[in-house]
Nanobody, 112 residues
Framework: VQLVESGGGLVQAGGSLRLSCVAS????????MGWYRQTPGKGRELVAT???????GYAASVKGRFTISRDNAKKALYLQMNRLKPEDTATYYC???????WGQGTQVTVSS
């Protein structure tokens, strides 16, 4: 299984970014997927999840600002991040939740 994230970068507070994750080596449509984030010295925080319903779930800190989606035909997972805040600065990872696979991460930095 391979997960490759992209789309991170530097953005001003209030701006937007769209993260992508492309999966290979698994039947993508069969699995719930998630976005996590991590900052130095802290554990990984679950940001958003999407199952194959697709039903979605969000951390309270991002609800109303972030939107998770998937395209099973492209084996792709997305995270649309709007109204970004400096506290959203982190490395973002996609994951096949039930299998414990992770991508290499993509850095998001939000300047104030």
């Amino acid at each position: 299984v391979q997960l490759v994230e992209s789309g991170g970068g530097l953005v001003q507070a209030g701006g937007s970014l769209r993260l992508s994750c492309v999966a290979s080596g698994l039947t993508f449509s069969s699995y719930a997927m998630g976005w996590y984030r991590q900052t130095p010295g802290k554990g990984r925080e679950l940001v958003a999840t999407i199952d194959n319903g697709p039903s979605t779930g969000y951390a309270a800190s991002v609800k109303g600002r972030f939107t998770i989606s998937r395209d099973n035909a492209k084996k792709a997972l997305y995270l649309q991040m709007n109204r970004l805040k400096p506290e959203d600065t982190a490395t973002y990872y996609c994951s096949v939740i039930s299998l414990g696979y992770w991508g290499q991460g993509t850095q998001v930095t939000v300047s104030s």
